[in-house]
Nanobody, 118 residues
Framework: QVTLVESGGGLVQAGGSRRLSCAASGRTLSTYVIRWFRQAPGKEREFVAAVRWGSSNPYYTDSVKGRFSMSTDNTKNTAYLQMNSLKAEDTAVYYC???????????WGQGTQVTVSS
């Protein structure tokens, strides 16, 4: 069992920055892939970023490349999503998720709201 808790959301001005945290408990995540998703009002859930725990090579969706950075901290058992140059269209509930690949359970956090004012 893996429990994930997102934090760090809030209101930010367009062009500003925000760092989201995804704190994991219940298990060491060295074999997991961590993913960030977001869902804006009235829209489908969208993939944002993913990284294998401990990797220095995250993958990002095109709309956030060059603006968002994802990382993991083994000491704190926490994944981060650093969001820079925020735009109004980044407004969404952001969720983190963890799994060990095809055929494994995917664990989800409860989400954290990010609102970007234009």
């Amino acid at each position: 069992q893996v429990t994930l808790v997102e934090s760090g959301g809030g209101l930010v001005q367009a062009g500003g920055s925000r760092r989201l945290s995804c704190a994991a408990s219940g298990r060491t995540l060295s074999t997991y892939v961590i993913r960030w998703f977001r869902q804006a009002p009235g829209k489908e859930r969208e993939f944002v970023a993913a990284v294998r725990w401990g990797s220095s090579n995250p993958y990002y969706t095109d709309s956030v490349k060059g603006r968002f950075s994802m990382s993991t901290d083994n000491t704190k058992n926490t994944a981060y999503l650093q969001m820079n140059s925020l735009k109004a269209e980044d407004t969404a509930v952001y969720y983190c998720a963890a799994d060990e690949g095809v055929g494994t359970d995917r664990y989800w956090g409860q989400g954290t709201q990010v609102t970007v004012s234009s």
